[in-house]
Nanobody, 124 residues
Framework: QVQLVESGGGLVQAGGSLRLSCAAS????????MGWFRQTSGKEREFVAG????????YYGDSTKGRFTISRDNAKNTVYLQMNSLEPEDTAIYFC?????????????????WGQGTQVRVSS
C-alpha cells in the first residue's frame, strides 16, 4: 500500500505560488510529525518544514526564507505546503515525510517514511 502520495507540483513563474498536498494512510499519519524535504539535482535532500501531530510545534528550514507555510488536517490524513513568492532556486523534487521522533528541524535520519516526490519547477 502507498503510504504517502504527493500532489500539486508543476510549473510556475517566479513570484507565483503553489500548494502541495500529501495524502497519507492512517497508519502512517496518525500520531506522527509530518513534513517536507526537497532535492535539487546534484544536491542532498534538504529539510523544508515540519509540523507535530497536534500542530503545536512547527519548524522551517532556513531556505524557506519565511515564504512557505506547513499545515495539516488530521481528519483528512493530509499535510500541505503553501509556497509563495517562488524563486527559480526553489525548483526541486519535493518529498512528503512522516516522523515518529521529531525533536526539532528534521534530519534525514529522523524520517520513517518517504513519499515518491512531486516536481516543482520555477521559471525565470
Amino acid at each position: 500500500q502507498v503510504q504517502l502520495v504527493e500532489s500539486g507540483g508543476g510549473l510556475v513563474q517566479a513570484g507565483g505560488s503553489l500548494r502541495l498536498s500529501c495524502a497519507a494512510s492512517e497508519r502512517t499519519f496518525r500520531g506522527n510529525a509530518m513534513g517536507w524535504f526537497r532535492q535539487t539535482s546534484g544536491k542532498e535532500r534538504e529539510f523544508v518544514a515540519g509540523v507535530s501531530w497536534s500542530g503545536g510545534r512547527i519548524y522551517y528550514g532556513d531556505s524557506t526564507k519565511g515564504r512557505f507555510t506547513i499545515s495539516r488536517d488530521n481528519a483528512k490524513n493530509t499535510v500541505y505546503l503553501q509556497m509563495n513568492s517562488l524563486e527559480p532556486e526553489d525548483t526541486a523534487i519535493y518529498f512528503c515525510v512522516a516522523s515518529s521522533t521529531m525533536a526539532g528541524p528534521l534530519t534525514r535520519a529522523a524520517v520513517d517514511y518517504w513519499g515518491q516526490g512531486t516536481q516543482v519547477r520555477v521559471s525565470s
